[in-house]
């Protein structure tokens, strides 16, 4: 574990560990009501098999147009502790988060959102979102050689 977390990854390497988790670990209830509409045969394969690649380029090309040095992280351990959030309520309820359940969340009282918390909710946010996000964080990022840096730090090019 020391090693893994002692070597640097790129910020696209990271983006792409992350989309990959956030594919299998966010998206057990999906897959499995997709599979439900559409089961393992014929046809269905190829869109079958194409689902969870458009996902993973859906949250790959989301997280890489939003990410620079400064952001990447930030907004990954966002991403990762929201999901382990909302994969909690959709495994255990059976719910689809939108619009309203958003507003209604948000709505809720104290008491209410107490009644919501137990050790299932806890483990599941532990470990699909913390342990995650905390990997995330202590991750060190790799400087790539030749390809610039944007931020306050860098210059535009002199030939501009």
Excluded: C
């Excluded at 977390?5 to 988790?21: D, F, G």
């Excluded at 594919?23 to 046809?43: D, M, Q, R, W």
């Excluded at 990410?67 to 719910?95: D, W």
């Amino acid at each position: 574990m020391k090693t893994l977390m002692k070597r640097p990854l790129t910020q696209i390497q990271l983006i792409l560990i992350v989309s990959v988790y956030l594919v299998i670990a966010g998206n057990y209830t999906f897959f499995s009501e997709v599979l439900k509409v559409y089961p393992l045969h014929g046809k269905n394969l190829y869109y079958l098999a194409t689902m969870p690649v458009l996902l993973f380029v859906m949250n790959a090309t989301f997280f890489t147009l939003l990410s620079s040095r400064y952001t990447t992280k930030p907004l990954l351990i966002f991403v990762l502790i929201v999901s382990a959030a909302v994969s909690y309520f959709m495994n255990t309820y059976h719910v689809v988060i939108d619009k309203g359940m958003i507003r209604s969340a948000l709505e809720t009282n104290s008491q209410e959102a107490l009644g919501l918390f137990n050790l299932k909710m806890l483990l599941y946010n532990l470990f699909l979102g913390l342990l995650p996000a905390w990997l995330v964080y202590r991750l060190p990022f790799a400087t790539v050689p030749g390809v610039p840096s944007f931020g306050p730090r860098s210059r535009p090019s002199e030939s501009w």
